[in-house]
């Protein structure tokens, strides 16, 4: 997903700061940051908390405070990312960055920054097993497939009653997350994170399932995502994969627990 550039605006308030504390509060360097420039930094540095790995070792080995590994990692997230969160807020962190220095400190994210946040955070003693990425995952309740009922073209409600959770199955992983129905209040159509029953005029309904679904319906309480069925897709029609070998291998590619803390199980029967 790309962003689009934010037009400079004219109303003042926009750019008006809300940074964690005002310079005269401020007791380290990243509490001037406005607050989603300050939230993106945070997901930044436990993301790439490897790079402190790399940095450490490095530094190990010389004298030096800091390295290349986290001045470019400032260097990157000051340049491409801040600037580029939606809305106001790249504006927000840019308009910061002109007005640099006037109070005797800087509003931009520097190696510095990024030290002092990795210790708050508890990055620097910690050590992923491997350099990769450490993801985290935010989840996301998973939405109605369109925003108005398919039919009769009316703003879907959400229906009455407790909101039930599913597991949504990643290709390497597996998280839980509610499901957000939608219900028309004409025609009681329930609208699911990957189809919409169509009335059929007496002949009962039949689901109409959407191509473009980010998750699709393995069986109850179960989705999986549109990238672990383009896998199983390209695994079993292309490289004539048993659908019980898939299941098996993702069964054992992690070990996931489900809502009774039983490991998390793949069937064959999911998968079609
Ligand atoms: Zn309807």
Known sequence: MT???VKPSHNPKLYCRAPFRKQSEAKQSWERLPLASLAAVVIMVIQGSSVFVFDRKQRATSNRNTSAWIRNLAKHIDKDVLPNLPGHFGTEYIQGT??????????????QMLYEIAKVLGISEDEPPQPTHQNIKLPMPLMPVVYECPQCHEALRRPRGNTYHAWVIEPSSAYRAPVFLGECPHCRGVIFPDRFGQDLGGDGQEDVYDRDAPVISIGRGRYASRKLAQMLSACVATAHLPLSTFATCWNLSGQFSDENGDPLKLTHKHMW
Do not use: A, I, L
């Open 3 to 5: 962003y689009q550039p």
């Open 98 to 111: 002109v007005h640099e220095n006037e109070d005797g400190g800087s509003r931009r994210v520097d190696h």
